[in-house]
C-alpha cells in the first residue's frame, strides 16, 4: 500500500486501486489532488503488474464532490486556462487514454469535477446512495475539465444539455438508465463489484485492451477540449463568476 498526502494506492491481484483521501472535504479537487493522482497513474502505466485500475472515495459519502472552489475563485483568464489545461492534461486525458482499463467506483457525491473524474474512465460503477450532476453554471462556470465533451458522448446530446444546463443532480437510477453508469451496487459492495468487472477484462489479452480503447476513443475524437478550455478560462474575467462563487460561499442563490 503507498499513501500519499491525498491519494492511496494498493495493489493487490493485477488491480490498482487508486482511492482519493479527503474525506473531511467529501474528496473534493485541489491542485494536490490532481499532483498526485497524476504522479500515481505514472506509477501505475508504467507497472507490469497492474492490468486494470479503480478509482474511488474515502468513506461512504461522496466519490469527488468537485473542484475545491476556494482555492480558484481569484483566478485571472489565465490562472483559469491553466487550470482546466493542465488538469485535462495531466489526469483526465490521462486516464480516458490510459492503455489499461479504468474503472470509477462512484460512492456517494460526484458532482462537477468529480463527475469529470468518473467521465474519463471506461466503466462507471455506483452505490445506491450515488448523486450525480454538473452545477458549475451556478457559480458562473462551465465544466473544464472535459465534462461538456464526454458527457454527451455517454448519454447524449439531450441528456448532456439538460444536466449541464440545468445543473441538477439526477439520482442513480436516472444515471443508470441514461447510460451514466454501467451498474448500480450496494455501497458495501461496490469495490468487490468493480473489482469484478476489472477481472472480467484482464482476462483478455492486455494489448488487445489496449488498441480497444485507443479505437473507441479515437471514435469520438473531436477539437471540442479546447474551446471549452478557452470559454471556461474567459469566464473567469465575469462578474457572474465571482458572484456565483461569491453566493456559494455565502451558501445563498447568486443573483445573476
Not at 234 to 241: A, I, K, S, T, V
Amino acid at each position: 500500500m503507498n499513501k500519499l498526502n491525498s491519494t492511496q494506492l494498493i495493489i493487490e491481484n493485477n488491480i490498482a486501486l487508486i482511492k482519493i483521501c479527503r474525506e473531511k472535504q467529501l474528496n473534493a479537487l485541489n491542485q494536490a489532488v490532481l499532483d498526485e493522482l497524476s504522479l500515481v497513474l505514472n506509477d501505475v502505466q508504467i507497472n507490469s503488474s497492474v492490468k486494470a485500475v479503480i478509482i474511488t472515495g474515502q468513506g461512504e459519502k461522496s466519490f469527488v464532490a468537485g473542484a475545491d472552489i476556494k482555492e480558484f475563485q481569484n483566478f485571472s483568464k489565465e490562472e483559469g486556462r491553466l487550470l482546466a489545461q493542465n488538469g485535462q492534461h495531466n489526469v483526465f486525458d490521462k486516464i480516458e487514454n490510459f492503455s489499461k482499463p479504468v474503472i470509477a467506483a462512484i460512492n456517494g457525491y460526484a458532482l462537477g469535477g468529480g463527475l469529470e473524474l468518473a467521465l474519463s474512465c471506461h466503466i462507471r460503477v455506483a452505490s445506491e446512495n450515488a448523486k450525480l450532476g454538473f452545477p458549475e453554471c451556478s457559480l458562473g462556470l462551465i465544466p473544464g475539465y472535459g465534462g461538456t465533451q464526454r458527457l454527451g458522448q455517454i448519454v447524449g446530446k439531450g441528456f448532456a444539455f439538460e444536466m449541464i444546463l440545468t445543473g441538477k443532480m439526477i439520482d442513480v437510477n436516472r444515471a443508470q438508465n441514461i447510460g451514466l453508469v454501467n451498474q448500480i451496487s450496494q455501497l458495501e459492495s461496490l469495490i468487490e463489484d468493480a473489482k469484478k468487472i476489472a477481472k472480467s477484462c484482464i482476462k483478455n489479452s492486455p494489448k488487445a485492451l489496449s488498441a480497444a480503447i485507443k479505437c473507441i476513443n479515437k471514435s469520438f475524437y473531436t477539437d471540442g477540449y479546447e474551446l471549452e478550455i478557452k470559454e471556461f478560462s474567459e469566464l473567469f474575467e465575469n462578474d457572474e463568476f465571482k458572484e456565483g462563487v461569491l453566493a456559494f460561499l455565502e451558501k445563498r442563490r447568486p443573483n445573476f
